[in-house]
């Protein structure tokens, strides 16, 4: 473990191509425009296990919404600002599968030039299995170069043994850690989002959803705040006893006993307890969302942000649903299908997540 600047604490290298460590007090990367960098091989992470995907998929009503068709090849560019990379942050400790504790760790984009700048947390998916925080590189350094603190934080997931109240309280804890660390890093603590995609877009609606319950906030820095002002949901499944709705009836070995996301969703021997299901949470103090979701997601239906997003507004609160059509699950590359995830990283698609958070400021 090593220290950089002012008391950073940093474990492992900072890493990125022409990024400068905090300790050279240099900027980094010059501005001219490149491709966004791709997620790199996450080190010592297992690869994505298979995952089922729908034969047919039941349509879903739009009518709320905002249909988007992305231009495939209008992909974002990178390399306009500068940036800094302090990457292996760790940001709190919790107990091992095995007896003791083991550390989480985040990894953070930041323009290099000095200043206050808005937080944003990202929470990467892995259908509850993995949670490797290099992924996403692309999108990150985007928004991070848009004027945007981004860490993406690593949360337990069900090969850990955890169930979805850790995971929220990982999330929370970095937002906690961050805080208490805002003068180290430039960030205007005010102002903190939460941005997720598939698991992560769950954690991220669980997070945004249980501002001020202090039965999701656990571990260090007790003395912050883990409260966020707005919520990017992409793809993330909100009622979660139903993930498999919408889908052929094959599809309800997602959900069945033993999968993935039922020993996520499970609480005190009960599996899929009303506390897990999002809409349960959905409340006149909701935080902004922002929804999106593919029309042919043959992974978790169309139909779990509609419901998400239908809940905030008769709540009262506010909620901006985009539907990309024909869209599928993000970024696909696991499964052998690089191209799924172009429309998610287009300037069409981009440029709606940057206007919000900037909304936010």
């Given at each position: 473990?090593?220290?950089?600047?002012?008391?950073?604490?940093?474990?492992?290298?900072?890493?990125g191509?022409?990024?400068?460590?905090?300790?050279?007090?240099?900027?980094?990367?010059?501005?001219?425009?490149i491709a966004?960098?791709?997620t790199?091989?996450?080190?010592?992470?297992?690869?994505?296990p298979?995952i089922?995907?729908?034969?047919s998929?039941?349509?879903?009503?739009?009518?709320?919404?905002?249909?988007?068709?992305?231009?495939?090849?209008?992909?974002?560019?990178?390399?306009?600002?500068?940036?800094?990379?302090?990457?292996?942050v760790?940001?709190?400790?919790?107990?091992?599968?095995?007896?003791?504790?083991?550390?989480l760790?985040?990894?953070?984009?930041?323009?290099?030039?000095?200043?206050?700048?808005?937080?944003?947390?990202?929470?990467?998916?892995?259908?509850?299995?993995?949670?490797?925080?290099?992924?996403g590189?692309?999108?990150?350094?985007?928004v991070?170069?848009?004027?945007?603190?981004?860490?993406?934080?690593?949360?337990?997931?069900?090969?850990?043994?955890?169930?979805?109240?850790?995971?929220?309280?990982?999330?929370?804890?970095?937002?906690?850690?961050?805080?208490?660390?805002?003068?180290?890093?430039?960030?205007?603590?005010?102002?903190?989002?939460?941005?997720?995609?598939?698991?992560?877009?769950?954690?991220?609606?669980?997070?945004?959803?249980?501002?001020?319950?202090?039965?999701?906030?656990?571990g260090?820095?007790?003395?912050?705040?883990?409260?966020?002002e707005?919520?990017?949901?992409?793809?993330?499944?909100?009622?979660?006893?139903?993930?498999?709705?919408?889908?052929?009836?094959?599809?309800?070995?997602f959900?069945?006993?033993?999968?993935?996301?039922?020993?996520?969703?499970?609480?005190?021997?009960?599996?899929?307890?009303?506390?897990?299901?999002?809409l349960t949470?959905?409340?006149?103090?909701?935080?902004?969302?922002?929804?999106?979701?593919?029309?042919?997601?043959?992974?978790?239906?169309?139909?779990?942000?509609?419901?998400?997003?239908?809940?905030?507004?008769a709540?009262?609160?506010?909620?901006?649903?985009?539907?990309?059509?024909?869209?599928?699950?993000?970024?696909?590359?696991?499964?052998?299908?690089?191209?799924?995830?172009?429309?998610?990283?287009?300037?069409?698609a981009?440029?709606?997540?940057?206007?919000?958070?900037?909304?936010?400021?």
């Open positions: 473990m090593k220290r950089y600047g002012k008391g950073l604490i940093v474990a492992g290298a900072l890493l191509t022409g990024v400068a460590s905090c300790a050279d007090g240099k900027d980094s990367a010059s501005a001219t425009e966004c960098p791709p790199p091989p996450p080190p010592g992470m297992p690869s994505m298979p089922p995907m729908a034969t998929i039941k349509p879903s009503d739009t009518s709320s919404s905002t249909m988007i068709k992305p231009d495939p090849a209008d992909q974002i560019k990178c390399g306009r600002t500068e940036i800094r990379n302090f990457d292996n760790i940001f709190t400790e919790v107990p091992a599968p095995g007896g003791g504790n083991r550390p760790a985040l990894d953070m984009i930041k323009p290099a030039k000095s200043g206050r700048y808005p937080l944003v947390i990202y929470i990467t998916g892995g259908g509850f299995v993995i949670a490797p925080k290099e992924n590189l692309n999108l990150r350094r985007f991070a170069e848009q004027g945007f603190v981004v860490a993406s934080v690593q949360y337990r997931t069900a090969m850990d043994g955890a169930n979805y109240r850790d995971g929220i309280a990982d999330v929370k804890a970095a937002i906690r850690y961050l805080r208490a660390h805002a003068d180290d890093y430039g960030i205007d603590p005010a102002h903190v989002s939460v941005w997720g995609e598939s698991a992560g877009g769950y954690l991220a609606a669980m997070v945004g959803l249980t501002n001020g319950q202090k039965d999701f906030d656990q260090s820095n007790a003395d912050q705040s883990s409260a966020v707005a919520v990017i949901d992409k793809f993330g499944t909100s009622d979660t006893s139903g993930v498999a709705e919408d889908f052929n009836p094959e599809m309800a070995m959900a069945a006993p033993g999968s993935p996301i039922a020993r996520y969703m499970t609480e005190g021997g009960q599996t899929f307890p009303p506390a897990s299901n999002a949470h959905v409340g006149a103090d909701s935080p902004r969302f922002l929804i999106f979701h593919g029309s042919q997601d043959r992974i978790v239906s169309p139909s779990q942000t509609l419901k998400l997003h239908e809940a905030l507004r709540a009262g609160r506010q909620s901006t649903r985009y539907v990309l059509d024909g869209a599928g699950h993000g970024d696909l590359a696991f499964a052998g299908d690089p191209a799924a995830g172009l429309p998610w990283s287009t300037n069409e981009m440029d709606i997540i940057v206007r919000f958070l900037r909304e936010s400021k």
